[in-house]
C-alpha cells in the first residue's frame, strides 16, 4: 500500500522519546520528492579550504597524512569563527554563576569548535572519495575525540557535517565540524535517558531492535542502514553498527572502511533519488563521562537528515514532528536506487 492510501498515524520513538505523526496527504508519492534547491556550487575562487590556501585558515590541529606537505588528504583545523572558546580558563566552569537578569545559571564559553576538511580539491564531495578515503575522515574524527579526551572539562562531543547553504553550511568546500562540549546537551541527555528507560523495561537496547525488514536499506560486514521506525524527517536514514557499541571513537581501522562504504553508498543513493538535497549527518555517541567500557543501553549512531521539509509552529510548540513518507516506504524507494559504476 503506498502512503498516499494509508491514514495518518503517531508513533513513538523509543530512541528520542518523542512523537512523530505520519501525514501523507501532506505531501506527494514519496517517489517524487526531489530537493529544489542547488547544491552545486563549486565556486573555488578565494576558497581558504582548497590546496595552497593553507595559510589563510585557523591554524593547524593536525593533517593525514601526518608528514604530507603539498599533498595531503585531510586536515583538521581550529575554526575561524568558533562557538566556543578553547582560550577560556576551564576552571571558571567549576563554579556557575546564577544570571542576574533572569536567575538562571551562565557558564563561560570554554569548549572546542574544529573544522575537518574532507579533501584537497573543492569540487569533491564526501560522496566523491572511495571507501578507504572516507574511512580515513572517520578515522580523523576518532583522533579528533581522543585528543579531546584529554581534557577533563570536556563532557560531550558532536561531530557533524553540513551539506548545502540551506542546511546551514557557509563553505561549499567539503567539509564537516567538531565541537566539544563542557555539558551534555538535552537531546543527549533525553536520548541517554529514553535508551536506559527501554532497556529497564525489556532489557534490551533499543538501537540494537531497529532492525524490521521492511526498514532496513542495506548491510556491510559491520553494520546496517535503516529509516528508523518512527523516522523524525522524510527520507531520514540511520547508519548503526551491528555489535553493540557505545562510543563511536572506539572504531578501528577495518570498521572504519567497512563504514565508509556504506556511508558512500547511502549519500550516493539519497543524491541520486533526491536530486542532491541539501543534508545534515550526525554522529550520536555516548557522553565521555561514560567510565563503562559499554553502556548496554548506549549504542552509537550516523543519522542523516536530508532537508527536505520546513520545521513549523507546530513542531516548535509541541515537539511533535510531521512526517509526509511512512518509514517503509522510505526504505523501499532508498533500497531501490541503483547505483552505477
Given at each position: 500500500?503506498?502512503?498516499?492510501?494509508?491514514?495518518?498515524?503517531m508513533?513513538?520513538?523509543?530512541?528520542?522519546?518523542?512523537?512523530?505523526i505520519f501525514?501523507?496527504?501532506?505531501?506527494?508519492?514519496?517517489?517524487d520528492?526531489?530537493?529544489?534547491?542547488?547544491?552545486?556550487?563549486?565556486?573555488?575562487l578565494?576558497?581558504?579550504f582548497c590546496?595552497?590556501?593553507?595559510?589563510?585558515?585557523?591554524?593547524?590541529?593536525?593533517?593525514?597524512?601526518?608528514?604530507?606537505?603539498?599533498?595531503?588528504?585531510?586536515?583538521?583545523i581550529?575554526?575561524?569563527?568558533?562557538?566556543?572558546?578553547?582560550?577560556?580558563?576551564?576552571?571558571s566552569?567549576?563554579?556557575?554563576?546564577?544570571?542576574?537578569?533572569?536567575?538562571?545559571?551562565?557558564?563561560?564559553?570554554?569548549?572546542?569548535?574544529?573544522?575537518?576538511?574532507?579533501?584537497?580539491?573543492?569540487?569533491?564531495?564526501?560522496?566523491?572519495?572511495?571507501?578507504?578515503?572516507?574511512?580515513?575522515?572517520l578515522?580523523?574524527?576518532?583522533?579528533?575525540?581522543?585528543?579531546?579526551?584529554?581534557?577533563?572539562?570536556?563532557?560531550?562531543?558532536?561531530?557533524?557535517?553540513?551539506?548545502?547553504?540551506?542546511?546551514?553550511?557557509?563553505?561549499?568546500?567539503?567539509?564537516?565540524?567538531?565541537?566539544?562540549?563542557?555539558?551534555?546537551?538535552?537531546?543527549?541527555?533525553?536520548?541517554?535517558?529514553?535508551?536506559?528507560?527501554?532497556?529497564?523495561?525489556?532489557?534490551?537496547?533499543?538501537?540494537?531492535?531497529?532492525?524490521?525488514?521492511?526498514?532496513?536499506?542495506?548491510?556491510?560486514?559491520?553494520?546496517?542502514?535503516?529509516?528508523?521506525?518512527?523516522?523524525?524527517?522524510?527520507?531520514?536514514?540511520?547508519?548503526?553498527?551491528l555489535?553493540h557499541?557505545?562510543?563511536?571513537?572506539?572504531?578501528?581501522?577495518?570498521?572504519?572502511?567497512?563504514?565508509?562504504?556504506?556511508?558512500?553508498?547511502?549519500?550516493?543513493?539519497?543524491?541520486?533519488?533526491?536530486?542532491?538535497?541539501?543534508?545534515?549527518?550526525?554522529?550520536?555517541?555516548?557522553?565521555?563521562?561514560?567510565?563503562?567500557?559499554?553502556?548496554?543501553?548506549?549504542?552509537?549512531?550516523?543519522?542523516?537528515?536530508?532537508?527536505?521539509?520546513?520545521?513549523?509552529?507546530?513542531?516548535?510548540?509541541?515537539?511533535?514532528?510531521?512526517?509526509?513518507?511512512?518509514?517503509?516506504?522510505?526504505?523501499?524507494i532508498?533500497?531501490e536506487?541503483?547505483?552505477?559504476?
Amino acid at each position: 500500500m503506498g502512503s498516499e492510501n494509508r491514514r495518518p498515524e503517531m508513533r513513538k520513538d523509543n530512541v528520542n522519546n518523542r512523537w512523530v505523526i505520519f501525514s501523507p496527504a501532506r505531501s506527494r508519492r514519496p517517489s517524487d520528492f526531489k530537493s529544489k534547491s542547488n547544491n552545486n556550487n563549486n565556486n573555488q575562487l578565494e576558497c581558504p579550504f582548497c590546496l595552497g590556501h593553507e595559510h589563510e585558515c585557523a591554524p593547524e590541529i593536525f593533517r593525514f597524512p601526518p608528514d604530507s606537505t603539498s599533498d595531503w588528504r585531510i586536515r583538521v583545523i581550529q575554526n575561524l569563527y568558533p562557538a566556543l572558546s578553547r582560550d577560556i580558563d576551564p576552571s571558571s566552569l567549576q563554579n556557575p554563576n546564577p544570571s542576574p537578569i533572569s536567575g538562571g545559571v551562565a557558564l563561560s564559553g570554554f569548549g572546542f569548535h574544529d573544522v575537518v576538511i574532507e579533501s584537497p580539491v573543492h569540487s569533491v564531495h564526501l560522496s566523491d572519495l572511495d571507501p578507504v578515503d572516507v574511512g580515513v575522515v572517520l578515522l580523523a574524527y576518532k583522533k579528533r575525540i581522543q585528543q579531546l579526551l584529554s581534557h577533563d572539562s570536556i563532557k560531550y562531543v558532536q561531530v557533524f557535517k553540513n551539506h548545502g547553504a540551506s542546511a546551514g553550511a557557509s563553505m561549499s568546500h567539503s567539509h564537516s565540524q567538531i565541537m566539544a562540549l563542557p555539558v551534555v546537551p538535552p537531546s543527549a541527555s533525553v536520548r541517554l535517558d529514553c535508551m536506559k528507560a527501554y532497556f529497564d523495561q525489556t532489557r534490551k537496547c533499543s538501537i540494537c531492535e531497529a532492525r524490521s525488514d521492511d526498514l532496513i536499506i542495506d548491510k556491510s560486514t559491520h553494520f546496517i542502514s535503516i529509516v528508523p521506525f518512527a523516522a523524525t524527517f522524510p527520507f531520514e536514514i540511520w547508519i548503526i553498527p551491528l555489535d553493540h557499541s557505545s562510543h563511536f571513537h572506539k572504531i578501528d581501522n577495518q570498521k572504519a572502511t567497512d563504514l565508509g562504504g556504506l556511508l558512500k553508498l547511502m549519500l550516493r543513493k539519497l543524491c541520486l533519488q533526491l536530486n542532491n538535497p541539501p543534508f545534515n549527518l550526525m554522529i550520536h555517541t555516548c557522553p565521555l563521562e561514560d567510565t563503562l567500557p559499554e553502556l548496554p543501553y548506549g549504542h552509537w549512531f550516523i543519522q542523516i537528515v536530508p532537508q527536505l521539509t520546513v520545521m513549523g509552529g507546530f513542531e516548535m510548540g509541541t515537539g511533535c514532528y510531521i512526517n509526509p513518507v511512512f518509514p517503509e516506504d522510505a526504505a523501499k524507494i532508498v533500497r531501490e536506487v541503483r547505483i552505477s559504476g
